[in-house]
């Protein structure tokens, strides 16, 4: 239950951090309803429980609080308890926060997964040197802006990809991205249209995979 609520309390404040970064907000200052610029107070900001409580509404206006909201609360405490090891809570985190902004946008603020593939890759050569592993990145990297220049895919999804491909064994870097790719193909034949936001499908398969291995 403990790790429960520290997944919840920094998935909500992930949530304010991700939306505020995409539609260029003020980082500073305290929470307010988008629709009537009502001020919340700490009761109002309580994750998942202000939300069953104000049954998905704001208390002043009455407008409905965003689902999606809730629903990244719930998935930072499933994934707070279920992966134990500190940097892949960390990858966790940061994917959830960057699928918000794909989920709402179609762009992220890519500057954040530049930074942990930077991390990464030292990592991964100092504490198992690896060539095969960084030839890999490479090629990843490579087929990943040919991809975007024929509009196959999107800038930020080669970063999220490298991270996978350098946090994973290969095995399951296969099974995360078979899982991503598979999610967003299915997303693509129900929704009947060909853009997608392609960063929570990875991260679905990030996620899975993060529990298993874990």
Known sequence: MFYFILGIIFASFTACLSERLIYNQSLSGRSQCSTCQHPLQWYELIPLLSFIYQRGRCRQCLTRIPAYLFVCELIG?????????????LIAFLLLGLSLQDFLTQTITPIFAWI???ILLPLQLLQ??????????LLLLAIGFILVKQNLLGSGDIPIILILWLFFPLFWFSWALVIGATIGIVSILIRKRHQLA???????????VAVIFN
């Open 128 to 137: 198992q040197p690896d060539f095969i592993k960084l030839a890999g990145a």
């Open 198 to 208: 392609f960063v929570p499908c990875l991260s679905i398969g990030y996620w899975v």
């Open 116 to 118: 942990v593939v930077t």
């Open 77 to 89: 405490g499933l994934l707070a308890v279920h992966i134990n090891q500190p940097l892949g809570l």
